[in-house]
T-cell receptor, first 112, second 114 residues
Framework: GNSVTQMEGPVTLSEEAFLTINCTYT??????LFWYVQYPGEGLQLLLK?????DKGSNKGFEATYRKETTSFHLEKGSVQVSDSAVYFC???????????FGTGTKLQVIP | ETGVTQTPRHLVMGMTNKKSLKCEQH?????MYWYKQSAKKPLELMFV???????ENNSVPSRFSPECPNSSHLFLHLHTLQPEDSALYLC?????????????FGSGTRLTVV
């Protein structure tokens, strides 16, 4: 079956540091890949997505590249801000809602 | 109002109470979902509706009863819950059940069962 593995948190960074949150996956076929962000007290928001190999999703300074050869979709940001403190979820979709799988989330704390 | 709106934001209920959670979307989406988010556990898909018809009941106990009167509204009726049902309940929608563009989530209802 499908699975998504994320690095365990919390990840604590100083403001303006470089961010990487690792995500690897196991899936049949060619899934679409997503990153969602959940701010405190809120639901999940779609941050970015990629639908095929070598695609790069980007939004709000965050980027992730769909690497089929390493089955990875790592999230990166060049300079984090305190407002980026949230929980980040990696997810895949390999064929409709029955094949949507979420990771367990990685908490990011950015300190001034 | 745009997006997915959930009410109430917080709910405390006793084990013998009956309450309902409401979800509303104004995105023109045809598929709507209930998810349960518990601490340190992956998101759990509970129910799926497509064009108002239930297409998934993911082995959810009968004390949770969904209702979808139209494509814009989704309810979750709760009765005789257990303390372990305390969690964040998230409503989501997508254009269709393929969900190729991902989900739009509401802010959730934080449920505490006492």
């Amino acid at each position: 079956g499908n699975s998504v593995t994320q690095m365990e948190g919390p990840v604590t960074l100083s403001e303006e540091a470089f961010l990487t949150i690792n995500c690897t996956y196991t899936a049949t076929g060619y899934p679409s890949l997503f990153w969602y962000v959940q701010y405190p007290g809120e639901g999940l928001q779609l941050l970015l997505k990629a639908t095929k190999a070598d695609d790069k999703g980007s939004n709000k300074g965050f980027e992730a590249t769909y690497r089929k050869e390493t089955t990875s979709f790592h999230l990166e940001k060049g300079s984090v801000q305190v407002s980026d403190s949230a929980v980040y979820f990696c997810a895949l979709n390999s064929g409709g809602y029955q094949k949507v799988t979420f990771g367990t989330g990685t908490k990011l704390q950015v300190i001034p | 109002e745009t997006g997915v709106t959930q009410t109430p934001r917080h709910l405390v209920m006793g084990m013998t109470n009956k309450k309902s959670l409401k979800c509303e979307q104004h995105l023109g989406h045809n598929a709507m979902y209930w998810y349960k988010q518990s601490a340190k556990k992956p998101l759990e898909l509970m129910f799926v509706y497509n064009f108002k018809e239930q297409t998934e009941n993911n082995s959810v106990p009968s004390r949770f009863s969904p209702e979808c009167p139209n494509s814009s509204h989704l309810f979750l009726h709760l009765h005789t819950l257990q303390p372990e049902d305390s969690a964040l309940y998230l409503c989501a929608s997508s254009q269709d059940t393929l969900a190729n563009y991902g989900y739009t989530f509401g802010s959730g209802t934080r449920l505490t069962v006492v």
